[in-house]
């Protein structure tokens, strides 16, 4: 499905092939929130894309690419299974001499190669990165700015277990902001913490779209305290903070089914009351325009 | 513009101290400190709020175990920041509701990721 607002034949188009959180949850409770895991491509009018995530969902988004593609930019939040697990059956990755980046953080004693070397390498998978026929180049990134064709790109490290990332994406006077895994009320005894010590701020500060994770009801979080995810009702507040202006549940719980989804964001929803925010949650496939 | 997400949560994690904690930036600014360390200090951090370094020097002076006041480039925290090495030391402070406390202050700095340096954590341990 395609809609949003962009009228004016500029701007952004986000489309999400990996919706889920954690585990991919296939099956027909999930068909229409979707079962893969975290991937999103963002693309600006002049075609071209930055991929974020290599969850499950990077299957279907490496086969959406243009057969004559140059060069592919994936941006990880983090390494934790769900957003890389669909790596080694990303096409690119395949292609004879094409130019991948894989931008992600580095620990603090192993470079992001030597990280994803762990997972792409036997017994887990039987290809190694350095055996790989495309050209893999991989960037340790934490904080900072640059640039990629069109995309001004942000990165910050978050509140979420082992280094992670969001991402803020500018391009054509546009800006998305990419925190699938983020516990930005970690340790806060009493609501959001203060602009200035809100993890994520200056990432999704005005916002044209947040992609936010969604994870938890408020009962689970309960019991799920520094595991480093969200409720939609907190992911309200945040985006209410940031002020951004569209905000997508995301990073939804394996076990939750599609109706589950829809009542639970449709109840956070509700509880906005602070300016003209737009919520809605994420479902795999959507391509919105911003 | 939101901090260091390492200063974001040792923030987080010094308001659920009963140990006072004292974190500083790179510019020796003092941006928060927990209820403990308030009562040692005689303010709140609600009361205060950030200090930059001459602000909270004159504040709370610190003296060394001679009662001289300790300049701004031999503090504990300035050691720390500069050296990039934890520092112990005691001291009295010279406290903001007039009272003077000796103790000894542990300040550590924060090293992040890519060894990117943060700011410092300071532990107070009163004498």
């Known amino acids: 499905m395609s809609r949003g607002w962009n009228t004016d034949g500029k701007g ?35 075609g071209q894309a930055l991929i974020l995530d290599a969850g499950s969902g990077i299957r279907i988004a490496g086969n959406r690419l243009p057969k004559d593609v140059k060069r592919v930019d994936l941006l990880l939040t983090h390494l934790h299974m769900d957003h890389i697990q669909g790596l080694g059956f990303f096409a690119p990755l395949y292609t004879p001499g094409l130019d991948v980046h894989l931008w992600g953080p580095p620990s603090t004693t192993r470079t992001l190669r030597s990280r994803l070397n762990r997972y792409l390498s036997p017994p887990l998978f039987p290809v190694r990165i350095r055996e790989l026929p495309s050209r893999v180049h991989c960037h340790d990134v934490t904080q900072g700015q640059w640039e990629i064709g069109d995309f001004k790109v942000r990165s910050s490290l978050v509140a979420h277990p082992d280094p992670t990332l969001g991402y803020r994406l500018e391009s054509e006077g546009r800006i998305v902001t990419y925190l699938p895994d983020h516990e930005p009320q970690l340790g806060c005894r009493t609501g959001l913490p203060t602009t200035e010590w809100l993890s994520g701020h200056h990432l999704a500060e005005g916002a044209d779209l947040l992609i936010h994770d969604a994870q938890y009801t408020e009962d689970e979080y309960l019991n799920r305290v520094g595991w480093g995810h969200c409720t939609p009702t907190l992911a309200v507040r945040f985006a209410e903070l940031v002020r951004a202006r569209r905000l997508l549940f995301f990073h939804h719980d394996p076990s939750r089914s599609d109706v589950e989804v829809e009542r639970i964001c449709a109840e956070a929803s509700r509880t906005h009351k602070q300016g003209m925010l737009v919520t809605e949650p994420a479902a795999e496939m959507d391509e919105i325009k911003v | 513009m939101s901090r260091p997400l390492e200063l974001i949560l040792a923030r987080q994690w010094a308001a659920l101290l009963s140990t006072p904690v004292m974190l500083f930036d790179m510019e020796g600014s003092l941006i928060f400190f927990n209820e403990a360390a308030g009562l040692l200090l005689g303010r709140k951090y609600d009361e205060t709020g950030s200090m930059v370094g001459p602000e909270w020097q004159a504040a709370f002076p610190m003296e060394d175990e001679a009662g001289r006041v300790i300049g701004a480039t031999d503090s504990p925290v300035a050691t720390a920041i500069r050296s990039g090495s934890p520092v112990m030391r005691t001291v009295t402070v010279r406290a903001m509701d007039g009272v003077r406390r000796k103790a000894t202050v542990t300040v550590f700095p924060v090293h992040g990721l890519e060894r990117t340096r943060q700011g410092a954590v300071c532990l107070v341990h009163p004498a």
Request: a positive charge.
């Open chain 1, 12 to 46: 952004l188009s986000v489309t999400l092939f990996g919706t889920r959180g954690s585990l991919p949850a296939p099956g027909p409770d999930t068909t229409r929130f979707g079962g893969n895991t975290s991937c999103v491509m963002v693309k600006n009018s002049a």
